[in-house]
T-cell receptor, first 115, second 116 residues
């Protein structure tokens, strides 16, 4: 069964460093998303991406964050200068198109630890 | 703005029994979707079931069913014949419209523990 793949599963970084979280969405999906979940809290929307551009972003998604689809398969989230409060689980999700039910399929997540 | 409320931080259920996880929502949209996701201790988010606001029938997927009461703005998840593998966090979520590129809004979740 097709699935969303995220790498790495766990990333440890020093405060102020740049990190890139990688995602391979399901191959025929067109809409891509990043969410984050701070430990013990609810899942929060960061950004959605369609047709090679951001379609919506939350207040959390400030200038420190960027997303890119560098090729036909990968979808990346970059955090330019990590802060302690960026420590969280980051989920990538994808959905097939705009007409179907808005069912988003999630990857297994990348746990980011900022020291 | 959409809001999801899950009032049960934790629930216990005996194996093979049924359990209901509560979810209420708030939205001014007429067209929306409601979702349940399961998050095991390993961390991934697994889609379980979907209900559209205009769907007349309650959604069912195997042992999962969604008790949708539109007037009360509730979308409770019912798990029948609980299994040990059902122990996990369960999140209720909604999207503003049934289709289109809208993000999901999640509740805080309910931790379900199935007891042998």
């Amino acid at each position: 069964e097709p699935e969303v793949t995220q790498t790495p599963s766990h990333q440890v970084t020093q405060m102020g460093q740049e990190v890139i979280l990688r995602c391979v969405p399901i191959s025929n999906h067109l809409y891509f998303y990043w969410y984050r979940q701070i430990l013990g809290q609810k899942v929060e929307f960061l950004v959605s991406f369609y047709n090679n551009e951001i379609s919506e972003k939350s207040e959390i998604f400030d200038d420190q964050f960027s997303v890119e689809r560098p090729d036909g398969s990968n979808f990346t989230l970059k955090i330019r200068s990590t802060k302690l409060e960026d420590s969280a689980m980051y989920f990538c999700a994808s959905r097939i198109d705009g007409k179907a039910k808005n069912i988003q399929y999630f990857g297994a997540g990348t746990r980011l630890s900022v020291l | 703005a959409q809001k999801i409320t899950q009032t049960q931080p934790g629930m216990f259920v005996q194996e093979k029994e049924a359990v209901t996880l509560d979810c209420t929502y708030d939205t001014s949209d007429q067209s929306y979707g409601l979702f349940w996701y399961k998050q095991p201790s390993s961390g991934e988010m697994i889609f379980l079931i979907y209900q559209g606001s205009y769907d007349e029938q309650n959604a069912t997927e195997g042992r999962y069913s969604l008790n949708f009461q539109k007037a009360r703005k509730s979308a409770n998840l019912v798990i029948s014949a609980s299994q040990l593998g059902d122990s996990a966090m369960y999140f209720c979520a909604m999207s503003a419209r049934n289709s289109g590129n809208t993000p999901l809004v999640f509740g805080k979740g309910t931790r379900l523990s199935v007891i042998a």
